[in-house]
């Protein structure tokens, strides 16, 4: 294999997405509907002319680059969460972002292109992750009939998600109240939860999404939403 | 953009297909059907258990390096072959190999995984690319209903392919005359030819495949393969 040159990349752009960080984050493009994200593309490198016609693309591939996962470096197997966080199953067999090469790759609904802007929607992406490279879907080469995996066969099962009184009476005071709550709503009913933390429904769990901390429990009758507060943690991204 | 640090790659394997060179390459990944190609991954980097569970995918994501696309860069218009060659496309509408990141993304059939070696069928991928990822492809997240892009809403047509008497003579004695008359087949039935060279039905095209160099010509009927010699051009991986 030392007959290759070294490969080098350079971002084309960068997503900003209401995902501060991986907890939480849908474990699969195409899952968070009605969830917006942007594309910023490099201004200095990527003329407008390289999107034209890209208005006529319902759905594009976001290559990207896992930049979160890379200090864990990866290993040969990986256990899925979906499958209860016990059972092994080899990296390429999955889509695990600790690979050898931790490329991301994620369908995302095209809403509108601005000039070097995209707007999409259901991504899965964490803000602040570099684009390497953005192509159209093409349905008739890319939609398999009988394509299967077995070990993921279908999408995840949702949970309900319900406010607590003080949730709802904070959700009203933000200036998009709307955008966050369906935010809240379609990256908590997946049940972010590590395997290894789903035995006891009191215990409480905190995530950074857009602008504010969402604190919230999980049991039997899904997903309660507690509290609601502005960012306080300073390790995220603005 | 310049908070990126400096993305370098390394590849975890190389694809063994017919196809010699670009030309005649089905212009997307599932045209294909029943050409096989080989994954073969780095002995030194990658153990067999990376890829435990993979028998149970049917179809997987190849995330490559369009090695022999680097040298001419890219422009942020492209014309794509399927329009004529005189519309102008943006690079990231299309799925040009001349890209900022020429990376290639080709949704391949599995049909067997042996120890570091994956058979697919369905590829699109030249001899000797490099492989930087495989990923299982999942159905429900990735075959949105009503996708659709614009400018190439179908595969494309298909063209009957027919044999010369000579040819036929000659790939009698191949020792793999199935997989050969296949190959000639599923590459040649989508018209490689590029759009300023359609107008003379009498202009024969060479083509390198396998281990043979194939002649051909197109015209009203379709393609007409005329001959089918030992591989002699040297400028080609062997």
Redesign the interface.
Known sequence: ?SV???????????VRSPWKEKFAIPR????ARGVESIVEL?R????A??????E??????L?C?F?ESLADGWR??VRPPRLGGSV????????SPH???P?S?S?V?LLAVDDRRLRISEADLLDGT?V?????????????E??????????PDRLEVHFAAQAEAEIATHPEAAVLRRVIVESLCWDPRPSSQRDDPTRTFAVALLDVDVRFRVDAAGVEVLTIEPRRRDNLAP
């Open positions: 294999m290759f040159e070294p490969i080098s990349l350079r971002p084309i752009g960068v699969q493009s195409g899952l490099d200095e490198w990527i003329p002319e390289a999107l034209r016609g890209l006529g693309v319902s759905h594009v591939w290559v680059w930049h040969p197997t092994r199953l080899g990296v390429f067999a999955t889509r690979r050898p090469n490329i790759l369908l609904r570099p390497l490279d953005i192509k159209p879907h093409l349905p008739w080469a890319e939609q398999p009988h394509a299967r995996c077995e070990w993921a066969g279908a999408a």
